[in-house]
């Protein structure tokens, strides 16, 4: 008997012990965060990062299956989140999105602004002029159009944090496509925007950059051999690819105080790829 007592104390204790270790895990407690691209790849781990710190989503994507597939896995964590169905490049549809958004929870917080396409590593001759036309609207002006309607509401409460989803393609030009390398590049540059225009204003506003992250976007670049020796992870010093969870958690942070004082820049996560 004085054992079961004893294991259970010692095991409560523990918990208890390890519980405290690992700290403040409410950063983001009620904060409204917009995901675009939430249904897959790097957008649903943001959420589930951002989730995980107590904020509540908004996933927005063209395939609301997809969204709904994210809203399954935050309900398994606990996570509150509604799916938007929107197509970024869209204003209409962005400003139905931001609407409904408001009319549910009420304010923006946070956006995270992920969804994009790659067209691969085409050089120019391979580069059709429809493709380097979608890549654009979808990359630039789709972050541009959901941050436009965004903003204001932002403006409204004195405080909020922008995150735009660019690339280490956006840092160097040997990575990708014209288009998509000019997307990443220019996606940089309405963050810097933003961020000087708005900084007296409580609004902060930065770029990641990933580098090669496991995601279905790049699994045709890397073929069947995933091993050091594969042409897309032998030039990378960790030798692997990066995990999903690794870039959400960057989100997490930069949308939190904690990241009070940065505003405006690029943050390359790329295990020193681009160094
Ligand atoms: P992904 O294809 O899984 O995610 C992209 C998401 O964007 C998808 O859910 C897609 O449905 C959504 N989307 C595409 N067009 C849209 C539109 N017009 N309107 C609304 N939603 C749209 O790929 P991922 O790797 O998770 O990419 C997420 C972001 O990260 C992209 O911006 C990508 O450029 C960037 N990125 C990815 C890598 C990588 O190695 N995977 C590296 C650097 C940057």
């Known amino acids: 008997m004085w054992i079961s007592k004893f294991i259970f104390t010692y095991s409560f204790a523990y918990g208890w012990k390890k519980f405290h270790e690992r700290g403040d895990f409410t950063k983001l407690k009620d904060r409204i965060a917009i995901v675009t691209g939430g249904g897959s790849g790097i957008g649903q781990s943001i959420a589930m990062e951002l989730a995980k710190e107590g904020a509540k989503l908004a996933l927005v994507g063209r395939t609301l299956g997809k969204l709904e597939t994210t809203v399954e896995k935050l309900k398994e964590i606990n996570g509150e989140a ?26 923006i917080d946070i956006l ?66 014209p288009a998509y390398t000019a997307s990443k590049h220019a996606v940089i540059g309405l963050t810097g925007d933003m961020a000087v225009k708005y900084a007296t204003k409580g609004i902060r506003s930065v ?59 690029p943050i390359i996560v790329d295990g020193a790829l681009t160094v």
């Open 82 to 107: 509604i799916a938007v169905s929107a197509d970024v490049s869209d204003s209409a549809q962005v400003q139905k999105m931001v609407q409904e958004v408001i009319n549910h929870y009420g304010r």
């Open 112 to 177: 995270c602004n992920t969804a994009g396409i790659f067209d691969g590593p085409n050089d120019y001759l391979e580069t059709e002029e429809e493709v380097f036309e979608s890549v654009m609207n979808i990359n630039v002006t789709g972050t541009f159009l959901v941050s436009k309607y965004v903003l204001p509401h932002m403006l409204k409460q004195g405080k909020g944090v922008v995150i735009n989803t660019s690339s280490v393609a956006g840092i160097r030009s040997c990575y990708a496509s």
């Open 207 to 265: 770029a990641v950059c990933p580098g090669f992250i496991e995601t279905e976007m790049i699994s045709d670049l890397l073929g069947d051999k995933i091993d050091e020796n594969n042409p897309v992870i032998a030039p990378i010093p960790m030798k692997r690819l990066g995990r999903v969870e690794e870039i959400g958690k960057v989100f997490a942070f930069l949308a939190s105080d904690d990241a009070s004082y940065i505003s405006g820049v």
